[in-house]
């Protein structure tokens, strides 16, 4: 849906092409509620983006994150009750669907916190990858922690076939309750963890290319 | 005339040097607040694009970075016909800036948009 959007006060005038690439981005009217951003990852982007750039937004060429684009993709899940006692299992989807052609995938990695603190106990969890038709699910293993806590999973070579790109990424969250048992506080769910898209924009721009359409997976 | 101008030419930079009016690079931040963006663009909360302006000179000189054809509409405006416009004041290099969005799906997005910021000035 590529209508035109109102823009603050914006004339109406022949779009201009950076007003056209924003609008194509924008969520819509200013009254458009941004719900689903929040917390974690929210939080997680905006230390990014403190490295990354100064309280103008130039970019720390000392920082340089070796990209221009990293894309955040929130976790669907199927609902459900994910507590079974002291387990906590969540199945997750991640909808890699309408990547703009010009964007090409560097590297892709799952964000989560592999320890957390809940009440009077402590959640360990893991990620597991879920590939469709195979029973077995492989248990990722982080690749690299920073000193908030994160723990980030390398998972570009299942977002990657061949010359293709996967529609979609499937993972189960899995995480323990360790420490005292009782209580009979509802307990806490961990936030899902979120997908990082590393990606390198060809077109470097605000313009749109020509009538080109968002790419279609397979 | 364009001889004499070349030939004078020490004396015409020493009259016309430091008037306020010359291009040159000018300092405006904005913030996206101002240009109604502020409702999904979460950082930076302003930035400095900064414009040209300015009279462009008679006789460009080497820092403006003019093209061959500015120097030459420049003394086709001034020595042949005046309907003829004198060259601009406008950016001539630009710098990124990186921008923090939330898209229309709840994802966010880090940005490095190129040549959001005017560095210089030219006169074409």
Redesign the interface.
Same mark, same amino acid.
């Given at each position: 849906n590529q209508s035109p959007l109102p823009?603050?006060?914006?004339p109406a005038v022949p779009t201009l092409p950076l007003l056209q690439a924003?609008q194509m981005?924008?969520? #819509?009217s *200013?009254?458009?509620q941004?719900?689903?951003?929040s917390g974690q990852?929210?939080r997680y982007?905006?230390n990014?983006?403190r490295r990354?750039?100064d309280?103008? #937004?130039? *970019?720390r060429r000392s920082r340089s994150?070796g990209t221009?684009?990293?894309?955040?993709?929130?976790a669907s899940s199927n609902g459900g009750q994910p507590w079974a006692g002291r387990w906590y299992l969540q199945a997750l989807t991640y909808?890699l669907e309408g990547q703009p052609e010009a964007e090409h995938l560097l590297r892709a990695t799952v964000v989560y916190l592999p320890s957390l603190s809940v009440a009077h106990s402590r959640l360990l969890c893991t990620l597991e990858l879920v590939v469709a038709g195979e029973a077995p699910r492989v248990l990722l293993s982080p690749t690299a922690r920073s000193r908030h806590g994160w723990a980030e999973v390398d998972v570009t070579p299942y977002l990657v076939l061949g010359n293709s790109s996967v529609g979609s990424l499937a993972l189960r969250h899995v995480c323990v309750r360790a420490g005292r048992a009782g209580g009979h506080d509802a307990p806490v769910a961990p936030g899902h963890p979120f997908l990082l898209l590393y990606l390198n924009?060809t077109q470097?721009?605000?313009a749109p290319p020509a009538a080109e359409p968002h790419r279609r997976r397979r | 005339d364009t001889g004499t101008l070349a030939h004078d030419l020490p004396n015409y930079l020493r009259e016309h040097r430091g008037e306020k009016s010359d291009c040159s690079l000018r300092p405006f931040?904005v913030s996206f607040a101002q240009?109604?963006?502020d409702?999904?663009i979460?950082?930076?909360h302003?930035?400095?694009p900064r414009y040209c302006k300015g009279t462009c000179p008679h006789l460009l000189r080497y820092d403006y970075h003019a093209p061959n054809h500015a120097v030459v509409q420049s003394f086709v405006h001034q020595l042949v016909d005046a309907s003829v416009p004198r060259p601009s004041c406008v950016p001539y290099r630009y710098?990124?800036?990186?921008?923090?969005?939330?898209?229309?799906?709840?994802?966010?997005?880090?940005?490095?948009?190129?040549?959001?910021?005017a560095e210089s000035c030219t006169c074409r």
């Open positions: 823009l603050g006060s914006l924003l981005r924008a969520p #819509g *200013p009254g458009w941004v719900g689903p951003a990852p929210l982007m905006l990014l983006y990354a750039a309280r103008e #937004g130039r *970019p994150l221009n684009t990293i894309r955040l993709v929130q909808n924009d470097a721009g605000l | 931040p240009l109604g963006w409702h999904w979460i950082a930076p302003r930035y400095n710098s990124p800036i990186s921008v923090l969005m939330i898209e229309r799906n709840g994802g966010i997005l880090y940005k490095e948009y190129e040549n959001m910021i």
